[in-house]
């Protein structure tokens, strides 16, 4: 069976960055799409954050850009699903890997780059304005709403630091905490306490995202007093945490509480030899595309390293 040198899961920009530099090195990567081929950003509509495009881009021909420059230096890419992976816990070993098609794979080193999945609260009318005036990203999606009333769910870290940050661009933004408490840290609910245009509601919950084809307003009731209240806004943020897609690596890589993979020091290392992770799979704390795109490229620096010295 033929050994890969490098076999990389995921292409959002750290799979896909990965792969450039890992083509470049000659490690001939194949890359495996998943289930959602570009990852999150093909359900973003304009990228205007990604340094290098001054008039902005959609996700989703960025993706496909990315792809293009990886197969131009002669990365395989594959549109299948890994489901299982048998890792070796030795330096030289080969890592197995093995398709929904049902395909094994032998490869000296692995690069996962199967990213996080934002959460969802579920509703119907929530699911069918995503992309519509529904994000699960302040930073990406923020500046669309300058000037306008939005509000925000959740009451996490995420949530405090988005409703912050939408404070600055937005007229206001009402804030939908489910409990009587927020979870973020002390300093950030005082910073969210101390912006006087955020609205926060504590034991507020979401009964429907009112709109046709684009966000208008947002119905929500007190589930103290089930007081149901209808308010104006052209954009809703759902900050309820995300789900690293990590469920295929449980009981061999190292994790955090929350699933996310832990690397070591300041490089992409698992604590398995050959075994690298970039993007949000491992990061929960910048998740941008461009911070993804440094750690795929770190990512196969690693992988090129390790393989440098299994050799030497
Ligand atoms: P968290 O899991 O910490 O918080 C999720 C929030 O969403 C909670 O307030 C939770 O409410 C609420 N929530 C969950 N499900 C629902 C629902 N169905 N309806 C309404 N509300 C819901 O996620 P975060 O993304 O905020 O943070 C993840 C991790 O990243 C944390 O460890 C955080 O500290 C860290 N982080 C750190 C930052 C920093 O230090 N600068 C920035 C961002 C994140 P409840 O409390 O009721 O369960």
Known sequence: MEVLKTLIIGSGPAGYTAAIYAARADLKPVL???????????????????????????????????QKQAERFGTEVRIDMINKVEFSKITGGIHKAFTSSGTELHAQTIIISTGATAKYLGLPSEQRLRGGGVSACAVCDGFFYKGQEVAIVGGGDTAAEEATYLAKICSKVTMLVRKDQMRASKAMQHRVTNTPNIDLRY????????????????????????????????GLFIAIGHKPNTEIFKDQLDMDEAGYLITKGKTTATNLPGV???????????????TAAGTGCMAALDAERYLQEIED
């Open 32 to 66: 495996y799409t998943g289930m959602e081929p570009g990852g999150q950003l093909t359900t973003t509509t304009e990228v205007d954050n990604f340094p290098g495009y001054p008039e902005g881009i959609d996700g989703p021909t960025m993706m496909v850009q990315l």
């Open 203 to 234: 034991n507020t919950e979401i009964e429907e995202v009112v709109g046709d084809q684009v966000v208008e307003g947002l119905r929500m009731r007190n589930n103290q007093t089930q007081t149901i209240e209808e308010i104006p806004i052209t």
């Open 276 to 290: 690298f992770a970039s993007g949000d799979v491992q990061d929960k704390e910048y998740r941008q595309a461009v």
